[in-house]
């Protein structure tokens, strides 16, 4: 179905894992030809994540990213499409429709059902075994983990919700991926770092933060949504704002350690 691996990592030294399930742009061809010319532009990417976390490699932490558009296969959904949301309008597991509720496939194009499976077993099972397999060796090496799944979104999208969303949307499945201690110090921090921030707001963690949160047996999950206003150009060609960029990486930063710090005493290292 596709020549490109469905993710690429990097194993770091510290109880910290960065996932980042939307920050791929390839489409295969032969899926491209059916897109519509919008959809080839791939405009609800998470742009720019990598470089905008880039202080996270060097802080230890191990990096797993998503190669294939989100408009191929949403790593960030339960694997049967059932929707995160009931009742409010989300897009699916292989998506047919942009945020802006066009189309992404030309008429009569759409997926059936055998190649949502095919899509499934090739992109979205490789990417969550590499995730469950370095939660696991995380968590053998360092007596507890944190994962902390990374997303980007356009600020205002009258879709999924109403007005400007805040500039940090902070998600942990309303208090059951991780422990709610380090859910108020993370929303503290980001409320101190000249932003804007709410904790389980419109979004409250997708399968990802859902799925692997297990504070209980030591495994913490949060998910930071930010509005892609603080540090690009929501707009095409999409284009890195260095300087705003730059305005919001402390804050992001300090976020990160603090959540390291806290695993690490969990863990009593």
Not at 10 to 25: A, E, Y
Not at 31 to 41: G, M, S, Y
């Amino acid at each position: 179905m596709t020549s490109q691996p469905a993710f690429t990592f990097l194993q770091g030294s510290v109880p910290l894992l960065v996932s980042m399930p939307h920050v791929g742009t390839h489409v295969p061809p032969a899926i491209a030809e059916r897109f519509t010319d919008e959809a080839r532009q791939v405009p609800d990417t998470d742009w720019h994540l990598e470089r905008l976390y880039g202080f996270a490699r060097a802080m230890g932490a191990s990096v797993l990213a998503a190669t294939h558009s989100r408009y191929v296969i949403d790593l960030n959904r339960p694997p049967d499409g059932a929707s995160l949301y009931p009742g409010r309008s989300v897009t699916g597991l292989c998506p047919v429709d942009t945020f802006d509720d066009t189309p992404i496939y030309r008429p009569g194009a759409e997926p059936d059902d055998a190649e949502v499976a095919a899509r499934r077993e090739a992109l979205w099972r490789p990417y969550h075994g590499q995730l469950q397999r370095e939660l696991d060796r995380i968590r053998q090496a360092h007596g507890a983990a944190l994962l902390w799944d990374a997303h980007s979104i356009r600020s205002v999208l009258p879709r999924f919700f109403e007005g400007r969303l805040p500039d940090l949307n902070l998600g942990t499945a309303d208090g059951a991926s991780c422990a709610p201690e380090l859910a108020r110090e993370l929303l503290a921090i980001g409320q101190a770092g000249g932003c804007s921030a709410v904790l389980n707001g419109r979004f409250k963690g997708g399968y990802i933060t859902r799925q692997y949160g297990r504070p209980g047996e030591g495994v913490h999950a949060v998910q930071l949504e930010m509005a892609q206003s603080c540090y690009m150009q929501e707009a095409l060609p999409f284009d890195y704002l260095p300087e705003r960029a730059a305005d919001v990486q402390p804050c992001l930063r300090r976020l990160l350690e603090a959540a390291l710090a806290f695993v690490r005493a969990q863990a009593g290292r």
